[in-house]
């Protein structure tokens, strides 16, 4: 039989694993953040250059053909994104 110092020991056990992976889940989700954002932050980054880069190419008249060429610059920007998303897959499959 246990005693019931026995069982508030196993009471504090409890309380105290649950502090833990109260602390753990916090940490691991403010890490999770903190990698989103620094993600998002790259993939700016990332588009920034490919906008820079279709914007200054040479070859852009030669590019009349593509959907975008003379479309809203929503719709070149989603091209430059797309670009960033390749970017980040290849760099995280190079890793």
């Known amino acids: 039989m246990s005693t019931a110092a026995d069982r508030e020991a196993v009471r504090v056990t409890l309380r105290e694993a649950r502090i833990q992976v109260s602390e753990a889940s916090q940490a691991l989700r403010l890490s999770t953040e903190r990698l989103r954002a620094e993600r ?3 993939r700016d980054r990332f588009a920034a ?5 279709l914007l200054a190419s040479p ?3 030669e590019w009349s053909w593509t959907p975008w060429a003379h479309d809203k610059p929503e719709t070149v920007a989603a091209v430059a994104y797309a670009l960033a998303d390749a970017m980040l ?3 995280e499959a190079a890793k």
Do not use: N, S, T
């Open 40 to 42: 998002d932050g790259l």
């Open 49 to 53: 250059a490919a906008l820079q880069g």
């Open 59 to 61: 070859h852009l008249p």
């Open 89 to 91: 897959k290849e760099r």
